[in-house]
């Protein structure tokens, strides 16, 4: 097996400020120019009387247009693709829960590269080679579980694809194998050791030393709680499957913003109304362009993620610039038991049915630090006959419905015509009462 340096991509990971942006001065180009072979990037090019060659350095990233969610998807499947089709060995997809999925194609390289960014990111999270890293993360199309997989194996830690679910399964491998690293979305990890209180046990008990969190987001006060019950360190992950997975970012031992990987990415900061950098260390959308990807690079894709940059040392020594804690998106997405529900596919299902009336609210609260959603919903005037056990038949009915359009259970509420308040411009749908 190479060596660890190699694996962990050292080089990179060690680079001072002015070696990041010397190596993104040269990639930039050579990114534009591997994206201009795609049929997608060669007409936006053509389009805007760009040639490749007219990006020298980073300082030309605003010349370059933005990608967006839609353009992936009207370039679904192939037309962002840089290479024969013979030389891709994997691809993966998003959702598709708002209509036509996005997909992301990668060579082996592609592939190798990502791994190392993620054996790098666990690295600098505490894990090591001699560690069990189980893989509570779904596989499949969803790229987070592959992508913590192959990085865990690159680090040369002893891999357990767990996959999700099973909490049973879950602790009895944690126990007989004696994992100390593990990958879980945040309310994943909060379930386990709530159901293991609930048994009488002790999630600290399982010995557990590093989780690599990620996958939806979740508060501080979450990470210390889940701390507090496991006695590990929980680390924030983030990545997006535009832009590989995870991998795009990672927190150090010091926990203190998570460190964007500046080889492989460009990260701008910019406001999503006017689309222009913001002064630096204010909140705004994040916009990411690789850097090393070869069969579908990506450029300037505006990722409606909100932070802020932060750009001061690090204590752990390395350069790249940390990412703080995401605290929103500028689209109107919501992630519940880490699920991706959008307030149109519920409005969807309210609107067939008639005993309802137009005006409905969706509220998120926290119920022993899980993600609980109640729809609030008013009644039609004269929509059902009066009786109680009309409406409770009804409300059971719409329940149902929901649920095998969001995929969880959600609360419902149906009050009186009127009862709710009333928009005189855009409606306020959501009221997130978790913070």
Known sequence: MIDLSERIGERFVKMSRDQIEAFQSEALPRTVAQAAKSPWYASKFKEIGLEPGDIKSRDDISRLPFTSKDDLRKSYPTGLLTVDPLDIIRMHTSSGTTGKPTAICHTAQDVANWAELMARSLYIG????????????????????????????????????????????????IRDFHVT???????????????????????????IKVAALGAEPYTEEMRLKLQDLYGFKAMNSYGLSEMNGPGVAFECKYQNGMHVWEDSYLVEIINPETLQPVAEGEVGEVVL??????????????????????????????????????????????????????????????????????????????????????????????GFDGTVETLRKLRGQLQSRLKEQIGFTAAVEVVEPGSLPASEGKAKRVVDLRL
């Open 181 to 207: 690293v593990i990958h879980a979305t945040p309310s994943y990890a909060m379930h386990v050791a709530e159901r293991m209180i609930a048994e009488g046990d002790d999630p600290k008990s399982l010995g």
């Open 289 to 382: 362009t690789n850097l090393r990807r070869t069969g579908m690079p990506i450029i300037r894709y505006r990722t409606r993620d909100l932070t802020r940059l932060i750009t001061e040392d690090c204590p752990c020594g390395v350069k790249h610039a940390r990412m703080a804690r995401m605290v929103g998106r500028s689209d109107d997405m919501l992630i519940i038991r880490g699920v991706n529900v959008f307030p149109s596919q519920i409005e969807e299902v309210l609107m067939r049915h008639k005993w309802l009336g137009g005006n409905y609210v969706i509220e998120l609260t926290k119920s022993a630090a899980l993600d609980q959603m109640t729809i609030k919903v008013e009644l039609a005037k004269d």
């Open 126 to 173: 505490g894990a090591r080679p001699n560690d069990v890293f189980q893989n509570m993360s779904g596989y499949g199309l969803f790229s987070g579980g592959l992508g913590l997989h192959y990085g865990a194996e690159r680090l040369g830690m002893w891999v357990i694809p767990a996959g999700p679910g099973n909490t049973a399964r879950q602790i009895m491998l």
